[in-house]
């Protein structure tokens, strides 16, 4: 049994503005930005045979980032291949491992584990995304027109099944409590001072996700451009300033050097990967982080290995 459902803020909310606040914009023309991390807060729910991967509950997540990355992941599964579901505000990572009897969902915070018919989990995600798509097209008439929008009910292309050897073993799977391999950990923005702030809009303003520029050092409050006064502005001079995240501070660069990111399974039908890395970016935390010819940003600590230059992918 799989349960997906999401509950929209009621009026005595202060996230209901998230869904009001669209309403002054063009819709047709919201940006993806605004979709993915401020617009249409929702409380979401994935259960799946009694085991509840994600009860949002204070943990909001907006409607347009998870239908979009449901549609991903059911496009993957139905191509044959593994997938994973992430959110842009939060560390949670949900997999999905195609096995011979089905689909083995596992999560990258929890010890949690289940498994559940391909079927059953499509006509799951395919009704989640209709809802989705009434919701915020019935709320906003506008998003009818909206590119992103859009997505979210665009037919997926079906691959041709898996062969029983391409099939993941559940045995072979690990997850977290024991040690996570999840490629793809999701990385907020990269700027100088490692923080972002998050504004949710006025009647006058479109909600929205500024790079804090410095620290008013006498009080210590995060100092942001505004564009109307051509100058930095303490973020506590807002009124709808809402709250600072940490994101990626990257400290060096450095050119790929003909290195290989080389992953076991994550190529087509669980094939091997092999990409070339365009570049590598220090943050102040030391960790390396990848970009391939493609742009795909990654942990370096996701891949399997890397292959120096000049040898071969084994």
Do not use: C
């Amino acid at each position: 049994m799989i349960h997906l459902s999401f509950s929209i803020p009621d009026s005595s909310s202060p996230l209901r503005k998230t869904w009001d606040y669209s309403k002054v914009a063009d819709p047709a023309n919201l940006g993806e930005l605004n979709l993915i991390y401020s617009y249409f807060l929702v409380d979401v729910e994935i259960v799946i045979n009694d085991t509840m991967f994600l009860i949002s509950g204070d943990m909001y997540v907006t409607l347009v980032d998870i239908a979009v990355g449901l549609r991903h992941v059911a496009e993957n599964i139905s191509r044959g291949k593994n997938s994973t579901l992430s959110f842009a505000e939060h560390d949670e990572v949900l997999q999905f491992l195609r096995t011979g009897d089905g689909i083995l969902v596992g999560s990258s915070t929890k010890p949690l584990r289940a498994k559940v018919e391909t079927e059953e989990l499509l006509d799951g995600i395919n009704a989640f995304l209709r809802s989705a798509y009434s919701a915020l097209t019935e709320e906003v008439a506008g998003l009818r027109n909206n590119l992103m929008v859009q997505k979210i009910i665009a037919p997926w292309s079906e691959g041709d099944p898996l062969e029983e050897d391409e099939m993941t073993d559940p045995d072979s799977v690990i997850f977290p409590g024991e040690v996570e391999e999840i490629r793809a950990t999701p990385l907020k923005f990269f700027n100088q001072t490692g923080w972002i702030a998050y504004f949710a809009g006025t009647d006058t303003e479109d909600a929205r996700i500024v790079h804090v520029e410095g620290w008013e050092h006498s009080i210590g409050t995060a100092l942001v451009v505004d564009p109307k006064r051509g100058a930095l502005q303490p973020v506590t001079e807002f009124e709808d300033f809402t709250r600072l995240e940490k994101a990626d501070q990257v400290v060096a660069a450095l050119p790929g050097g003909g290195w290989r990111a080389h992953w076991k399974k994550e190529g087509a039908q669980g094939a091997p990967l092999t990409e070339q890395v365009l570049a590598w970016l220090i943050t102040s935390q030391g960790k390396a982080i990848t970009i391939d010819a493609s742009g795909y940003v990654s942990d370096a600590d996701g891949a399997d290995t890397f292959i120096p230059p000049g040898e071969d992918s084994h």
